[in-house]
Every structure is written in C-alpha cells, then in structure tokens.
C-alpha cells in the first residue's frame, strides 16, 4: 500500500529528463480543467491558471503576491489550518475537502491536494495547490482512502495504516535479511494536561510533539500515531540495536524540550518502548506488543527514558496480571472475619509543641501468593482496574471505626488522615460514604482530614473545585499531598478550599546537601504561608531535617524520625505513652 500522504507521482518522473519541456508543462497547466495556484515558499500566490480564475470570480493580478495562504477566497477553519501546516511540515502533502464562495458569494466545495515542492537542499520553494471536483470514482477512492488511513489530527499515518506498512516493511526484512527496531511512545504526563487545560490544549501539544518526532527520524522512517497519546517510529533495516537506542535518545531530547501552547508553556517527556525484529518478534503484532510491554517497564522505571524489550519483562507481565486477578479476589473477599488489607498508622507532630496532632492512615496488603505487596504497587494496579472505588470505600470506613475506637480509649485528640484517589473523589457517592460513615461512629467533620495527591487536585479543575468545595462545607479538613511534585501552581491553588500542603518527601530528602531541594522547601513554606495555609513535612528521617524545616516554620512533622507507619495496636500503644510523658 502507498503512504496517502504521499502526493500522486507525476508523470514527469517515470520519463527521461528533459523529455517534456517547460512550455509543454506551461500548456497543460493553463488548460487543465482543475483549479491550480502556484506559491512561493513564504506562501504569496505566483501564478493561478484560468480554471482557477473560473472557479474563484477572481483575476490573476488580484491574486499575485498576495497571503494570507493559498486560497483568498477560501475560508479555511483554524483548526483545519493547523492540520494543514503540521501536515505540509510532516509529509510536504495535505488533502482534504474544503468549502469556498465566488466573488458574487456562491458557495463551493472542492477536493483539495496541497504540495509543498522542495529544493535539493530540502527547503520548501513552493506550494501547488490544486482543486478538483469532488465526485469522480477517483476522487471518492483517493479522499476515502486518505480519511481511512490518516489520524486527522496530526496527519500522521493511523494505526491501520502503521499495521499495514509494518507488514509490508517486515517482508522486505525477512529477505533482505535486515533488523529493524519499532519504537512505542508514550508521553508521560498527557493525561494531566489534557484533564486539566482542555482538549484544545492537549490536541495543539500532540501536533507540536509528531512535528518534533518526524524531525529526529529520517523521512524513509516511519512515523504514526496509533492511539491518544501513543506513537509508534519504525526504523528499517538498522545494522545494530545501537542505533535505535540513538534514535530513542534523540526522542527523548528533543520531545522533552518545553511546548508552548496557547499561553502555556508545557513538558510532555517521553517513556518510550524498543522491540526488534526478528529477535523479540517475527511479526507485526507481535513486535508491537512487546514494544508496548517494554514502553510499560520504561514508564515504571520513572518515565522519560527508553527500554529494550526482554523475555524477562513477559514474566513481569504475567505476574501483574496474577496480582491483578489476587486483589481482585481480596477486594471482593472483604468480610468481618477475613480481611487480607489493614490500616497502618503513621504519627504527625506539630513542630511547636512535639505534640502528636494527627495520624496518617496508610493501607496494607498481605495477599498468601506475594506476601505484603507494597501500596505503590497494589495500589496503582487498584486505580487502573477501578477497584480503588470499593478498596477506598474499606479505607474510609475502617478508618472511621479504628478512629471511634481511639476515642473510646480516650485518646481521640488527634486527626486521622485518608488518602482518596482521583476516581474516589469524582465519583458521585464520596459525600454520602463520607456522611455515612461519619454517623455510623458518631464522629464529627473535624475528626478526619481527606489527602489528595496534587495531581488529582489538578484534573478536571471545575469539577474538583466543586467537590473540594463541598467537602469544606461539611467542615472536613483538606491536604494537597505530594506537593511539589505535579503541576500545579500556586495561583490555582489558592482556589481550592484547601487547609495543608504536604510537602513531598523528595524535597526533604536532601534539604540539607541539595541546594535546589532546600530552596524549593523555604519557597514553598513561605509561599504556602503567605496563602494561609498550614505546611506538612513528609519523610522526615534525621534531626537535622527536623531542625532545619523547624527553621523554616514548617508546622508539621511526619517520618520515620518520630516513627515509621504501625499497626492500629501499636498506635494506641504510642499515643498511650506519648500522653503520659507529656502529662
Ligand atoms: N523513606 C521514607 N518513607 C516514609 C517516611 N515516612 C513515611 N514514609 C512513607 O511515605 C508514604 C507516605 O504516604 P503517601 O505520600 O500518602 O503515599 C502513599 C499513598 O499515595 C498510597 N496509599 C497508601 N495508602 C493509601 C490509601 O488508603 N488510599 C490511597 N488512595 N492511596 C494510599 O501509597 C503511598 C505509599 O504508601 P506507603 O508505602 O505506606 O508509604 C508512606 C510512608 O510509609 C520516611 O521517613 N522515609
């Protein structure tokens, strides 16, 4: 199959040079029955043949010289526009239907093909564009064929279209004898922004980010976008791994450089995933799925790099999908006898005082087959499943129980804090579980404190807004956890009805040898400050962070300085003895 962006060849190449000459070309431009117009590389109109002038009501003088682009009397949509432009950038080709009006304002609607004619040095020396009719057999086959096989947004091959050139690249392979190396890309972060800026948004950084991958590739490469944020670069016949990894290097470099879109100005890195042919596959599907497991592992490995395909990574595969399968069979095995999650607690100390004000409660799992799984682990398989809703439900009632039981111990003077995922919180029985569960224990607003993670606090602005405002009203106290981590601002911030920001551990790993770190913490406290809000340290581990934070004024301290997280026993053990020796 041919590339549809690829513009018809011309006659001219199949014949011995000089075979036609110019002013034969001359003639069967001016009598062609299709509108043509001839650009210059910075898009003012040369020439416009006589069809042109029929179509249009217009004369050629009128048209000379003159932008914008290269149909004056056609109105092209913005978006259209762009598609075009990253389309003529990509492939030097664009078609497409496009509506007009005549000087005396009848409409028309033409199949346009755009080209863009490149020097020997590859610069652009002129755009030919030219409209026909719609309605021939040809033209019908050539626009179906061109929306079949095309992702109208970026103009690059779609996914059937990558399937079927990869089959065919594959072939020539196998008898050449050649490697070739695919490449699954997957922009870290997308999500977040499209969530949070819009689609317009995320659409306009997609187009800038296929502009800048055709740019690291060669254009006998092949470049497509097979699914949201997914692109896939093949590169055939490449005489050893070394130079994907190259190639993948360039990716990374040049993807992760900052986009600016509209007012924004945004970074999308790239984890991208490398299987090669003929050793992780012989075919199309089974290249890609490898690629894609590997692309998993990179994104797993901290995102922004790349990663060769390995047999070990199907093992892993395989064992997320048992895990998968266990905590699917735990999550639904929750009854009063048999629970394989718990409630771990972890003490939060006001810098002041060195009092214990709170507790955080933080989930385990101790599944028979993997032993206690870590929460970063079950718990990102939980949100990607959807089981997050109902394990998150367990967390907020069990919480709530364990916290009714501290205070019948007499020992209800602190708050206890849960952390609530992005599906948790949009999902529509929050404040009724929430409300439920607070009766049930006769517990008030005040005794609990709800954390969520800045990037969750980010996604749908409006709807998080409106949640987080319902929840302040209740009188529940709100944390940004994870500060400093994501995107947000501190312009956005001061929007939500939110009372702490938990400073994430990262940043007061290193507060004292990492001359950036402490400078992010001293910003952020003042600035959280200055916002009204009460400031939390994570992972406070040595006193010497405990003394430079309690410097800065940060409020509150939590680390395994103070302790590590403990089981509900042991809690109210510590909270037992911390009475005692401040009473
Ligand atoms: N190295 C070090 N680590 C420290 C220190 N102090 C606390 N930590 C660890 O830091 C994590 C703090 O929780 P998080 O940021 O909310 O991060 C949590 C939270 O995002 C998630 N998680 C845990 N429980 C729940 C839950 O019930 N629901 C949801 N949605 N997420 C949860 O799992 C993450 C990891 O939880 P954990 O493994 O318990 O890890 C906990 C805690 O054990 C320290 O001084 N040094």
Redesign the pocket.
């Known amino acids: 199959m041919t590339d549809p962006r690829t513009p018809p060849s011309t006659a001219e190449s199949a014949r011995p040079a000089g075979a036609v000459s110019l002013a034969a070309l001359r003639c069967a431009y001016e009598q062609s029955h299709e509108a043509i117009l001839v650009a210059d590389a910075d898009r003012r109109t040369i020439a416009v043949n006589e069809a042109f002038c029929r179509l249009t009501g217009l004369v050629e003088a009128e048209l000379v010289g003159k932008t914008p682009d290269f149909l004056p009397s056609v109105q092209v949509l913005p978006q259209l526009q762009a598609a075009i432009t990253a389309a003529l950038q990509t492939g030097g080709f664009w078609q497409g239907e496009i509506h007009g009006e005549r000087r005396d304002g009848t409409r028309f609607t033409r199949w346009l093909k755009l080209a863009a004619i490149r020097g020997d040095d590859g610069e652009v020396r002129n755009y030919v564009a030219n409209l026909s009719e719609l309605g021939s057999d040809k033209e019908v086959a050539d626009r179906l064929a061109y929306l079949a096989y095309h992702d109208p947004l970026t103009n690059l091959p779609n996914r059937l279209a990558f399937e079927a050139q990869l089959a065919q690249t594959l072939r020539l392979c196998e008898r050449g004898n050649y490697q070739l190396a695919l490449m699954v890309i997957d922009l870290d972060n997308f999500k977040n922004i499209n969530d949070s800026l819009g689609h317009h948004v995320g659409d306009e950084l997609l187009q800038q980010v296929a502009l800048r991958l055709r740019e690291c590739v060669r254009a006998s490469d092949l470049v497509a976008r097979i699914g949201g944020d997914e692109f896939v670069v093949v590169l055939p016949e490449i005489e050893t791994p070394l130079t994907a990894a190259r190639v993948a290097g360039k990716v990374q470099l040049n993807l992760a450089d900052s986009y600016r879109v509209t007012e924004h100005v945004l970074y999308a890195t790239p984890s991208i995933g490398i299987s090669l042919f003929p050793i992780d596959g012989q075919d199309a599907s089974t290249l890609l799925r490898n690629a894609d497991t590997a692309m998993y592992h990179a994104k797993n490995a901290g995102r922004n790099n790349h990663q060769f395909y390995t047999a070990r990574m199907n093992e892993a595969a395989g064992e997320r999908l048992q895990m998968e399968n266990e905590l699917r069979q735990a999550v639904s095995g929750i009854t009063p006898g048999h629970c394989e999650f718990s409630?771990?607690f972890?003490p939060q100390i006001q810098t002041a005082t060195g009092k214990v004000i709170g507790l955080?409660?933080?989930?385990r799992w101790d599944n028979p087959t993997f032993g206690r799984v870590?929460?970063?682990r079950f718990?990102a398989i939980a949100e990607e499943t959807g089981l997050?809703l109902p394990l998150?439900d367990w967390?907020i009632w069990e919480t709530c129980r364990l916290t009714r039981s501290l205070k019948d111990q007499g020992l209800g003077d602190v708050r206890v804090a849960?952390?609530?995922?992005a599906q948790?919180l949009r999902h529509d029985n929050l404040l009724l579980l929430i409300r439920g569960a607070l009766a049930c224990y006769d517990l008030s607003p005040q005794d609990i404190e709800l954390?969520v993670?800045e990037s969750t606090a980010m996604q749908n602005p409006e709807v998080t807004l409106s949640i987080l405002d319902q929840l302040a009203a209740m009188g529940i106290m709100l944390a940004i956890?994870?500060f400093g981590t994501g995107y947000s601002s501190l312009a956005y911030l001061k929007h939500l009805p939110i009372n702490r920001l938990?400073l994430?551990?990262s940043f007061v790993t290193d507060i004292e040898t990492d001359a950036n770190d402490a400078a992010i913490c001293t910003a952020t406290i003042a600035l959280g400050h200055s916002l009204g809000l009460e400031l939390v340290a994570?992972?406070?581990?040595t006193e010497e962070q405990r003394d430079f934070l309690a410097r800065l004024g940060c409020d509150v301290l939590?680390?395994?300085?103070y302790s590590?997280?403990m089981p509900f026993a042991d809690v109210v053990a510590y909270l037992q003895a911390q009475r005692i020796a401040t009473e």
């Open positions: 409630l771990h972890q955080e409660a933080l989930l870590s929460p970063m718990i997050i998150g967390v849960i952390n609530i995922s948790q954390e993670t956890d994870d938990k994430d551990r994570e992972g406070v581990e939590q680390g395994y300085l590590k997280p």
